[in-house]
C-alpha cells in the first residue's frame, strides 16, 4: 500500500508529498429565501461547510461522519467538483477540483448513497462497458478489474439484469464495483452498506479492506453504522453544523463523548435483573431479555464473561451509541469547544 497510515490516534505521520486530499478552511455559503410574512421574503445565509481543514494520507481510509445535515456530503462535493467553495482552498492529487473537475474526475470514483451512477434500464454489464469507454480503459485492466470486482462482490448473477430491477443492497454493489473499474487513486462512498443484508456488508467490508490494501486506494467513508467505521477506519473525522469537531480514532470518540454501549443478554428464562457486573447496569427488563448498559470506552469482553459465568445465558449482542448521540455527549460534556475549526484533533481529542 502506498503511503503512511496514521496512528491510532490521528496523529499526521506522513509528508507533504504524501498528503492526497488538503481541505484547509474551506467553507460553503448558500443563500436562501425565508417567508416573512404573507408577502415578504428575506434573503438568509446558510453556513453549509463553516471553515473546515483536514489532510487524508494517500492510501488512508477514514471515516467521516456526523448528524443529518452536518455538512458530510456538501464537503464530498466540493471535493469532487460538483459544488465551488464560498472560501478556503481545496486540493485533490495536486488539483483544485472546482477549476479543473474534468481533469480530476478520471483519478476518483463517486458513490452517493442511494443515486446511483449506472445506466437504469441497462443490463448491469453494459453500465460497466459505457464506464470502460468514457473513461478509456485498456481492455486487459478492465477485464482484469472488472473479474476482481465480480467475484468479490458477487455480482455474476446480477450482470445481465437491468439496473431497475436491482435492490437497493444490489444496486450498491453495482455501484461499488463501477466507481472502481478505472482504478482511481480516490474513493468517496456515502453510506456504501445502505440496504445490504448481513452477509453482503461483510462482502463489501472485505472487499474495501482489499481493495486499500492491494491498490492503495484512498477512501473517504460517511456512513451512519459505526461497524463500517471500525471495520474499515483507524481514523474518524466527526463534522457537525459545518464544522470539524473531532479527528482521531475511535476509541477516542468515545472517550470525548463518554456515551454509552448497550449489552443485550437473552437467558433462559426470565430472571431479576442482573447484578454484580462491574460497570454496567440493568436499564431495561423485558422477559429473559435484559438490557445493560456500560462506557462506550470499555471493553464488553470482561463484561460478557462475568454474564456467562453467573446466569443461564442463551445469546447476546452489543448495540454501539448511535453518531448523534455521541456528538450530543460531546456538546453536553464540554468535551469540544464549539467554535472548534481546523484540523487539529492529533491527540485523538475533541476540537
Not at 319 to 342: F, K, N, Q, T, V
Request: proline share 5%.
Amino acid at each position: 500500500m502506498t503511503g503512511r497510515a496514521r496512528d491510532d490516534e490521528g496523529a499526521d505521520a506522513v509528508d507533504e508529498a504524501e498528503q492526497l486530499i488538503e481541505v484547509d478552511g474551506v467553507e460553503k455559503v448558500f443563500t436562501v429565501r425565508r417567508r416573512a410574512g404573507r408577502l415578504r421574503r428575506v434573503r438568509e445565509e446558510v453556513r453549509a461547510v463553516d471553515g473546515i481543514s483536514f489532510r487524508v494520507a494517500r492510501g488512508e481510509m477514514v471515516g467521516y461522519i456526523g448528524p443529518n445535515g452536518a455538512g458530510k456530503s456538501t464537503t464530498i462535493k466540493m471535493l469532487t467538483g460538483i459544488l465551488v467553495p464560498s472560501g478556503g482552498r481545496l486540493r485533490v492529487a495536486g488539483i483544485d477540483p472546482a477549476q479543473q473537475r474534468t481533469r480530476l474526475a478520471r483519478r476518483i470514483g463517486v458513490v452517493f448513497g442511494q443515486r446511483t451512477t449506472l445506466w437504469w434500464d441497462l443490463p448491469l454489464k453494459d453500465s460497466y462497458e459505457l464506464v470502460r469507454r468514457m473513461y478509456r480503459i485498456p481492455d486487459a485492466a478492465y477485464r482484469a478489474h472488472l473479474e476482481r470486482c465480480v467475484e468479490l462482490l458477487d455480482l455474476a448473477p446480477l450482470l445481465d439484469v437491468p439496473v431497475r430491477q436491482l435492490s437497493l443492497g444490489q444496486r450498491m454493489r453495482g455501484d461499488i464495483a463501477a466507481a472502481l473499474l478505472p482504478d482511481p487513486e480516490v474513493l468517496y462512498l456515502d453510506e456504501p452498506t445502505i440496504g445490504l443484508d448481513v452477509v453482503s456488508k461483510a462482502k463489501v467490508r472485505g472487499f474495501l479492506r482489499e481493495v486499500n490494501a492491494e491498490r492503495g486506494t484512498t477512501v473517504l467513508l460517511t456512513t451512519h453504522d459505526l461497524t463500517d467505521i471500525e471495520q474499515l477506519c483507524r481514523r474518524v473525522m466527526v463534522i457537525d453544523h459545518g464544522r470539524l469537531v473531532y479527528d482521531g480514532g475511535l476509541d477516542g470518540l468515545r472517550a470525548a463523548g463518554g456515551g454509552e454501549r448497550t449489552l443485550v443478554v437473552d437467558l433462559e428464562r426470565e430472571l431479576p435483573p442482573i447484578e454484580g457486573v462491574p460497570g454496567a447496569r440493568t436499564v431495561r427488563v423485558d422477559g429473559p431479555r435484559q438490557w445493560l448498559a456500560f462506557p462506550a470506552s470499555q471493553s464488553a469482553a470482561p463484561l460478557v464473561a462475568a454474564v456467562a459465568a453467573g446466569y443461564p445465558l442463551v445469546d447476546l449482542s452489543v448495540r454501539e451509541p448511535d453518531i448523534e448521540s455521541l456528538i450530543a455527549e460531546l456538546y453536553a460534556g464540554g468535551g469540544m469547544r464549539a467554535d472548534a475549526a481546523g484540523a487539529g484533533g492529533k491527540d485523538g481529542r475533541a476540537l
